[in-house]
């Protein structure tokens, strides 16, 4: 009964409105490791609420950022996803989107075009972040280049839900860049990306020129 009366609360969009209450949602095919993910961010005894008739969980966290409190719904899909498109009410409002794939099944990383264009579609401006999981698998892949994220302009993660490497820092990372685009400035993406350049540069430099005919290639092969 009570679970009922907060799932109705919890899905009014209203409150998204409001100073510190902010909306991230996770986007990816089934299986790459969204929910994972959020449990592996939240950690133990967490209980996210599964509300089953909108194929939705619902993750709440609190924070502080910049000195003030942040409401934080991480919005995850429960298998909406299957059907390669979500429900425009899932995109609503939100302020940052979290977007996933799986180094191991190249084909979730070629999806991350439809679920980017589908995101752009209902919200062309929020930040979004592109996410390698399941690195804990082969960890030679952080060696190969995800062009993706480069072509977009978007903040890349190489992250395992399973052992936790970067996780805090991506879910860090992209509530700062919710709040800031909430309050309309864009000085966190720049120092998110500068710093992530950097990174880039420091593990990467050896392949940067295979990286770069391959995105010409890539270029010349898109209509
Ligand atoms: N090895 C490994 N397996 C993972 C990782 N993250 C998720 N998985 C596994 O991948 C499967 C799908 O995870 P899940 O979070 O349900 O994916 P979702 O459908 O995107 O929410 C589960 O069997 C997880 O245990 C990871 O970082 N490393
Ligand atoms: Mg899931």
């Not at 194929?55 to 003030?68: G, I």
């Not at 800031?180 to 120092?191: L, P």
């Amino acid at each position: 009964m009570a679970t009922e009366s907060s799932s109705l609360s919890d899905l009014n969009q209203d409150k998204y409105d409001g100073d510190e209450h902010i909306k991230i949602i996770c986007l990816g095919d089934s299986a790459v490791g969204k929910s994972k993910l959020m449990e592996r961010f939240l950690m133990d005894g967490y209980r996210p609420q599964q509300l089953s008739t909108y194929a939705l969980t619902l993750y709440k966290y609190t924070t502080t950022v910049n000195d003030k409190t942040v409401l934080v719904d991480f919005w995850d899909t429960a298998g909406q996803e299957r059907f390669q498109s979500m429900h425009p009410s899932y995109y609503h409002k939100a302020h940052a989107c979290i977007m996933v794939f799986d180094v191991q099944r190249k084909i979730t990383y070629k999806n991350l075009t439809n679920w980017y264009t589908e995101l752009r579609e209902s919200r062309p401006e929020i930040p979004c972040v592109v996410v390698a999981n399941k690195i804990d698998a082969d960890l030679k892949i952080t060696q190969k280049s995800f062009n993706f994220a480069k072509k977009q302009g978007l903040p890349f993660y190489f992250v395992s839900a399973a052992d936790g490497t970067n996780v805090v820092k991506l879910f860090r990372d992209t509530i700062k860049l919710a709040v800031s685009y909430k309050q309309n400035t864009n000085d966190f993406m720049d120092e998110v990306m500068r710093e992530l350049e950097n990174f880039d540069l420091e593990v990467k430099e050896d392949i940067a020129a295979k990286d770069d005919d391959k995105s010409k290639n890539e270029k010349t092969q898109s209509p």
